[in-house]
């Protein structure tokens, strides 16, 4: 009902900045949360950064203050603007968006992510 496409990774020094995009589209009527998500080799999946429709903005404690998060509604698109990336950073991206469908359905949707490495 709901897809939703990833784009913007990639390999980059320790240092640099990545842009993410997370494209959302189908049969949605409102979205209500979306957020970043990412798994490293071998760990679980942890949030990275979270939205609200009021642009209310949470992020993890790591990637505060070199991470942005950010929404176009009119597109149904988020971006996660990440700067100053560490080796640690790397990881699969993933989005993840919330809301309600045209039929008034619930949806959580996730993404397939997107690749980024960060060397050294």
């Known amino acids: 009902q709901v897809q939703l496409v990833e784009s913007g990774g990639g390999l980059v020094q320790a240092g640099g900045s990545l842009r993410l995009s997370c494209a959302a589209s189908?049969?949605?009527?409102?979205?209500?949360?979306m957020g970043w998500y990412r798994q490293a080799p071998g760990l679980q999946r942890e949030l990275v950064a979270t939205?609200?429709?009021?642009?209310?903005?949470n992020y993890a404690d790591s990637v505060k203050g070199r991470f942005t998060i950010s929404r176009d509604n009119a597109a149904n698109t988020m971006y996660l603007q990440m700067h100053s990336l560490k080796t640690e950073d790397t990881a699969i991206y993933f989005c993840?968006?919330?809301?309600?469908?045209?039929?008034?359905?619930?949806?959580?949707?996730w993404g397939r992510g997107t690749q980024v490495t960060v060397s050294s």
């Open positions: 939205i609200t429709t009021d642009d209310g903005t």
């Open positions: 993840n968006v919330e809301g309600r469908t045209t039929m008034f359905r619930p949806f959580d949707s």
């Open positions: 189908g049969r949605i009527k409102r979205i209500t949360a």
